[in-house]
């Protein structure tokens, strides 16, 4: 989880090299987009369910 955050905050080339940080620019872009929220939404109700699916029968 910290390798995939600190990754976050940087340009990385299509060869995979890690170019220069980014900041939060890419994260203010994102959220601008007019679909961010809808995708937002499924993916919170996706997570709800799989883990309700799995986790509930387990117990």
């Known amino acids: 989880m910290v390798e995939m955050l600190q990754t976050s905050f940087l340009r990385i080339s299509t ?10 620019d890419k994260d203010s872009k994102l ?3 007019p679909d961010f929220l809808s995708v937002l939404g ?3 109700v996706w997570t ?3 883990v309700t699916v799995t986790v509930v029968p387990s117990t």
């Open 48 to 50: 709800t369910t799989l």
């Open 31 to 33: 959220v601008d987009q």
């Open 15 to 24: 060869s995979g090299f890690a170019r220069s940080r980014a900041g939060l």
């Open 42 to 44: 499924w993916t919170v």
